[in-house]
């Protein structure tokens, strides 16, 4: 099948190798521009770009769909479909017109639960027992399009925004590869998603990843594991920044923000109801420690008291 692929993250690469793998003629690669990384805020490649270049694709990175040469460009291809894996842009509507089969998105959620922006996170906040993988024939809303297939993920209780995105990462890989195949051989029809438990997952931002500890420990755990590896959930004490990469739960009571125990089994702070066990942290400047080890250089004792500040960087 000819195919342009749209994706820019590790997400999409995964996608894109799975494509060239099963043999499809990938006419062009569609993927976000360059943008500052790293330390040094040098200009790099996505993680998509760098993959359609070790395989000799075709790369191209408009800052937009919406121009009349774009459009021609694309046309021209005379591509099956188009599919689209975390791309960023917004895909007008004569674009996903294009191609003979249309524009086919590869979603991390069992739609129509968590369309929108981060349904990984969004999922393990929720405390969600399951997510998955939703391939759908993209139209003009915001993940509302007619679905192909879908596929569930248990999400453990150890499971990271990480952990579940490599995990559905490669469902995806495996799940469009199937689709096309599928419809390639006429054996695969779009059906409408269903009309209840639509819900929406907002992007993530640096405020919600700030810890109040007035809220619940099982609340806070899931946010710890939600917003790892990014924006990392955040606290302060002594007036500096920590963020907090590995937690559990524990039944003890006391003051939201104190702590109630430092130790070689970990830090453990009260919260609105019971107690959040920090296993692994990091203060602004340092390294991830485990909680033994960062008690080592930076000594905490029990009664202190962790801040809740937005201001939180490292």
Not at 28 to 53: F, I, Y
Request: charged fraction near 20%; proline fraction near 6%; aromatic fraction near 4%.
């Amino acid at each position: 099948m000819r195919l342009i692929f749209a994706g820019t993250p590790e997400f999409a690469a995964r996608a894109l190798a799975a494509l060239a793998h099963a043999g499809h003629d990938i006419a062009l690669v569609l993927t976000q521009p360059d943008r500052p990384a790293g330390r040094g805020l040098r200009l790099a490649p996505s993680a998509v770009k760098a993959l359609a270049q070790e395989r000799g694709l075709n790369v191209s990175q408009p800052v937009s769909l919406k121009d009349e040469a774009t459009l021609a460009r694309l046309s021209a291809l005379g591509a099956d479909a188009m599919v689209v894996a975390a791309y960023g842009l917004i895909l007008p509507e004569p674009v996903l017109a294009l191609p003979r089969l249309g524009a086919i998105n590869i979603h991390a959620s069992l739609l129509p639960r968590w369309r929108g922006a981060a349904p990984i996170q969004r999922a393990i906040l929720a405390g969600d027992a399951l997510t998955g993988i939703s391939i759908m024939q993209m139209d003009r809303g915001l993940d509302t399009g007619p679905l192909l297939a879908a596929e569930s993920v248990a999400i453990r209780a150890e499971d990271t925004s990480a952990s579940l995105h490599d995990k559905l990462a490669e469902l995806g890989a495996r799940l469009i590869a199937t689709v096309l195949s599928r419809l390639e051989r006429g054996e695969l029809s779009a059906e409408p998603q269903a009309a209840a438990g639509a819900s929406y997952a907002a992007k993530i931002t640096k405020a919600e990843a700030e810890i109040d500890w007035s809220e619940a420990a099982p609340v806070l755990e899931r946010k710890v594991r939600a917003f790892n590896p990014l924006p990392g959930a955040s606290t302060m004490i002594r007036g500096v920044g920590l963020k907090i990469w590995r937690a559990g739960v524990s039944p003890a009571e006391g003051a939201p923000g104190t702590i109630l125990e430092a130790g070689a089994k970990g830090i453990v702070v009260a919260c609105g109801s019971g107690s959040l066990c920090v296993l692994e942290l990091q203060r602004a400047g340092g390294k991830k420690l485990a909680a033994a080890q960062f008690l080592a250089g930076f000594p905490l004792a029990a009664g202190e008291r962790l801040e809740f500040s937005p201001k939180t960087t490292i």
